[in-house]
């Protein structure tokens, strides 16, 4: 679905990664990599093959995109180092794009892991209008696209019926992106006059139409 | 601190066994072999100095048991079952300590309770019988609430007799050399083996006494239930079928004939009866006069959270009652449980507000009348209660029945039936309980090690694994080890590991120092303590409560109101408020449903309702008088009737209308809420082949309702047979699928089985990083692993334990030889009320998921 930020062309994917046109840059938000072999190494044995989902996702999108750039908006990593690096290190190593990670408070990795793969790390980045970072973030004369809060919405109908979906959150300054990693809980947001909600489903983006 | 019992029984005079030289001048010699009969007639003697009379299911227990025989006791609360037990155990090691000089180390009697409020009474029972017989005999009590320091004193040196829940003899299994302190256990006794038989506490428990048989050289296991349907098969559950502790078993029966009469409490008014809630409200003021004119009663509330309400109302509109009326429940702090129990003891209190948390419980609680309020959803519960009053033997018991809304009453003079006829439910043991195995091998695993071939064929002679194949023991010691996988490079999976000799241990500090706070967690939900800001514990609440709260929320609890200040680590951090009203915490406790029996009666019950409101029907059945309920209920049933009908013997109700939130279709088989639930998910499931549809459904133990956004085409359901008892097992697997069910059992097997971690009451465990909710797992589980034992046990639980295949087969041959009655009704009917309104709802949708979105949307 194309939406437009402060003029620019912005495509929001299912997936919930967003795809700035004009820059070719593809924004992904809170993959978490490395959650599932945290799981095994305490004991929990949570399917082994489970892992390859974020990569197989990962493809998708870049193949779908063809991105010139690739920024992460933080949580990219879940734990401390662990076996999946080495799944994220092929990945790497296999992409034509510039990769940056704007770190999150999970990133807990030796940010010398990320640059011998030749991943630029930032705090944050400034891009024109566009504030991008991995907390949410106020500041006068910006727009912020940001994570971490990993939205999701409850979308109530008729018949009591409900269900509970991932979301884009965009109020007047801001975009929330949905968390990306596949094995990520949600935080359900609350709609309201002052901000839109997209749902993804798998195949499609839906925008919620404010309450009549 | 704990003062003993001051009991009206005089004593004749004082012997002291232990010299044996006894005031009337007989004389025991301790330095002999004692015989059988030598310690029966201590045990006789002391009955007498009590001015007690032993009854025969006493003296024939103590004589199996000194027999060395295994058994069940099915005795009712506050039958002294509790002496026919501890009395044995006591003269066994009386007798042990006249064949050797030195007495043997470490336990010689274990005494399990499923719920720790009552361990204080059980241990003031085995102290007092023990005291006079050899003071040197020490009793202890170890749960959840002992502290550390207490603990660490027992570890060094355990005494005699322990008092403990299934949950604290777990991990001691789980501590080192935990085979030294069994060697010398005589006595395992599973007090209210029936709460647990039906739970997995029961297969933690058969477990664990697998591995006990093992240890303890002089074992004898007993179990003491309540009258339940399948007495046999619990002893066959407790001692392990073909065992040679099961050959070498009996089973007792008390046989104590009690009285228990049933009242209604029905309204003055019935139009002002409400047609649906649960709390009962509107009755309280008539319950008012039945306290005060009893020495003492009990309010048995359904939940927690009605508990809270009714304290808090009873306090508000009779504040005369203050310092008379207590409330006691789970989640309260221990001193004032152990008060409140204590002055129910002492007669200091008028009443008491409580839950199942004083279901259960020992001897002499002299209380004498029962209240409960809303459906007790059991006829051995609703007897047990009953039991509770008139605690004397010979006395009767009276327990008055309080209905919430209109449709209970009919309930209520079901209830009365059904007590005549003692028709009490079944407790269905769980059979192939993964999870429960993989945490109990993870047990043994942390503490002493285990070899696969030593502990299987314990495992596989319980009655839970006694189908257990080679391949799933291998599965299940694959899954502890490697984590389910084949061994992988890049895998770091850690939890047991398999030493050289073949031994599988834990030796990673972290996985033991979890798995051992785990072990509680089979029970609750992730538990957090309730806390003032300068000090003080309240009680603990569960965390599903608490995520709903915002700072500044206020909330009734222990009695209480509080207000939100912050959560902290495990700790609800809280004020006390001046606000009248505030939220109520709801617990999670489980719903029940009817037994097949209960239902029977219920739908009895209803015909002849029917017949109370049709002259010509009850001239037929020949029915000529009427109960008090059914006077009561004849507005209800005229306005019933205004649109629909009372279903006869031969009649299967089905209502359609719509409201503004949907299309309603309610139907009424009167089988229990979990056939209801069955046959809902099932309905649905068909319907929704028709074409693309949603529904929400809801259940209780009168009937279901379909509702959906879109009219049921309900002449296409009747003429498409959708209740034929063809391939049901097959469409409800797949109706499974579609709805949620399994994947909500999933959550307490992946908490068992150690897949999540929850942490633990009172403790700050930094586990965030660890935190996952077990929806996700049920997914990854789904599309990567749809083999896992694990995963699939969510689903034959959900068969076996919720479903009831029998049952739901019969019910559908029983709509198959009824009459279908469809009434289009304008509104909704007092009979159709209590469902619509339930809120607790399954889902069933064959629509695509972006069709239904936008669906919703334009809905908006």
Redesign the interface.
Known sequence: MKVNLQQENFIFDPSGVAYWESKGILLIADVHLG?I??????????????IL?NFEQLKKVVDTYQPEKIYFLGDLF??AY???F??FKTWVQEQQADLVLIVGNHDIISPTHFKNLGIALKEEICLERFLLTHHPEEREGFFNICGHIHPGFR?????????K?SCFFKTKHQLILPAFGT???KYLLQQSKNNQIY?C????V?L??Q?? | MYKPIKDSFPKIGKMDFATGAAEDGRVINTNQNMNKKQLLDIAKTWFAQQDWKAFKFQKDTWQEYLKGKNGLLNAPTGSGKTYALWVPIVLEILQQKSRKKKSAKGLKGVWITPLRALSVEIEQAANRFAQDIDPQIRVGIRTGDTPQKERAAQKRKMPDLLITTPESLQLLLSSKNYDEQFKNLNAVVVDEWHELLGSKRGVQMELALSRLKAVSNNLKIWGISATIGNLEQAREVLLGPQTPQFENSVLIKANLKKKIKVQSVIPKKMEKFPWRGHLGLHLLDEVVPIIKNSRSTLLFTNTRSQCELWFQKLMEKHPEFAGEVAMHHGSIHKETRLWVEQAIRNETLKAVVCTSSLDLGVDFAPVETIIQIGSPKGVARFLQRAGRSGHQPGKQSVIHFLPTHAMELIEASALQKAVKTQAVEDRVPYLQSFDVLLQYLTTLAVSNGFYPEEIYPEVSATFCYQALTQEQWEWCLKFITTGGETLHTYDEYQKVTVEEDGKFTVTNRGVAMRHRLQIGAIVSDAVLSVKYIKGGFIGSIEEFFVSKLKRGDVFMFAGRNLEFVRLKGMQVQVRKSKKKTGKVPSWAGGRMSFSAQMSELLREEMYIAAASADPDLAKELGITTKSLELTALQPIFQRQLLESIIPTKNEFLIETFKTREGYHAVFYPFEGRFVHEALGSLLAYRISLLSPISFSIAFNDYGFELLSDQEIDMQQVLDNNLFSNEFVMDDLYKSLNATEMARRKFRDIAVIAGLVFTGYPNKLVKSKHLQASSQLLFDVFRDYEPENLLFLQAFTETFEHQLEEGRLRLALERIQRQKIVWKKCEKPTPFSFPIITDRLREKLSSEKLEDRIKRMIKSF
């Not at chain 1, 190494?41 to 093959?49: D, E, L, T």
């Open positions: 959650k072999a945290h799981f095994r190494k305490h004991g929990s044995a949570v399917p082994q093959k489970a989902k879940h734990s662990n076996s999946e080495a799944y979308l109530r109908g008729m018949g009591r019926q409900h269900e979906l094995f990520t809980g749902v489903t798998e195949t499609e839906i919620i139409p309450k009549s």
